[in-house]
């Protein structure tokens, strides 16, 4: 079946509202052509969110949050809830990226728990997945993402896995300019889609969208995204500069 590819830029913490704004309008006038054969996401900070949410509203471009914690609201200094993120207009929230297991402390666990408060307040996550280059020199690669992939979704049921986007970002391939060459990534998407088909069946597996991550540029976007179950990109560095997250957005694979 047809998957619409979605390529979402991560900003991480870059960007004051008032170079979010400059970084939206450029990347707006760019990615309008593609109309809606491609899914395009910005992630920008928690506090260029309404103002980004602004800057894109009649357009072709969603809105993701980097994170959230997994109450609704409460005496959690420091914490943004789901449905703060789903009053300023988000439709994504990037869950478990490997800065947050690596800096964070955050586990299969606490991911989970915060993905189950992204469907409650009816937004949808991109659940990041990956190995670290130990894991990988360790031939761990396959059990790690079923681990991480099947920690993330307990408790889901197929028509609301459906519906989630899988981010597969090897952690030795962000931010390093060293990314999973398209055979590396794809043999590692075809692996997830078969943990779908297992843990849920093949109809819902061949709906779930699977982005790769990691060093994602302009001269290797199409290659990258050229592999059958390579559906998208998720993007960090790439994504501050608004020609080469327009390229990147075009290269994208598009099924007739
Ligand atoms: C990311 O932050 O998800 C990422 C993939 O970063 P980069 O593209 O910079 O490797």
Aim: glycine share 8%.
């Amino acid at each position: 079946m047809a998957r619409r590819p979605i390529v979402a830029g991560n900003w991480k913490m870059n960007k004051t509202v008032g170079e979010a704004l400059t970084l939206v309008r450029e990347v707006r006038g760019m990615v309008s052509m593609v109309r809606d054969k491609v899914e395009v996401v910005m992630a920008p900070p928690f506090t260029a969110l309404p103002a980004v949410a602004k800057a894109i509203e009649d357009s072709n471009i969603g809105l993701a949050a980097q994170n959230c914690f997994w109450e609704v609201s409460g005496a959690y200094t420091g914490e943004i809830s789901a449905p703060m993120l789903a009053e300023v207009g988000c439709t994504y929230v990037i869950i478990g990226h490997s800065e947050r297991r690596q800096h964070f402390g955050e586990t299969d666990e606490t991911v989970n728990r915060r993905v189950k408060a992204v469907v409650d307040s009816e937004l949808l996550p991109i659940i990041c997945i990956g190995e670290t280059l130990a894991e990988r020199e360790g031939g761990r690669t396959l059990e790690v993402v079923t681990r991480q992939l099947t920690g993330a979704l307990s408790g889901f049921d197929g028509a609301q896995a459906a519906r989630f986007v899988i981010a597969y970002e090897p952690v030795w391939a962000i931010g390093t300019g060293r990314n999973a060459t398209s055979s590396q990534a794809q043999e590692v998407h075809a692996h997830i889609r078969e943990q779908l088909t297992s843990l849920f069946d093949r109809e819902i597996s061949q709906q779930v969208r699977i982005q790769y991550g990691g060093s994602v540029k302009p001269d290797n976007a199409a290659d990258l995204m050229s592999k059958p179950d390579v559906d998208g990109a998720l993007v960090g560095g790439a994504s501050l500069k608004a020609a080469d997250f327009a390229a990147i957005v075009k290269a994208a694979r598009v099924e007739s």
